[in-house]
């Protein structure tokens, strides 16, 4: 049996989930010491990756991108 760890700062975490009839888009965002990663994927497929200096402005632009796709009539899963 596999001891189970608990989480840790630096582990990737969803921020956001959304959907448009049958497609899917999320945010993951990858805490990392210097930078921080974000990624988006559309049906599960990473459309795009940036790195940003702070977890401020990566989180910042992580809702960026969500604004626009709820604009665009994506929803909150």
Do not use: C
Not at 14 to 21: A, C, F, G, P
Not at 56 to 63: K, P, Q, S, V
Request: glycine content about 6%; cysteine-free.
């Amino acid at each position: 049996m596999t001891e189970r760890q608990e989480p840790s700062a630096t582990d990737p975490q969803v921020l956001w989930r959304l959907k448009r009839e049958r497609s899917t888009a999320h945010a993951t965002v990858f805490p990392g010491t210097g930078r921080v990663t974000v990624t988006w994927f559309f049906d599960n497929v990473m459309d795009r990756a940036e790195n940003y200096e702070t977890m401020e402005i990566a989180l910042a632009r992580a809702e960026e991108i969500r604004g626009l796709l709820e604009r665009d009539g994506w929803q909150e899963i």
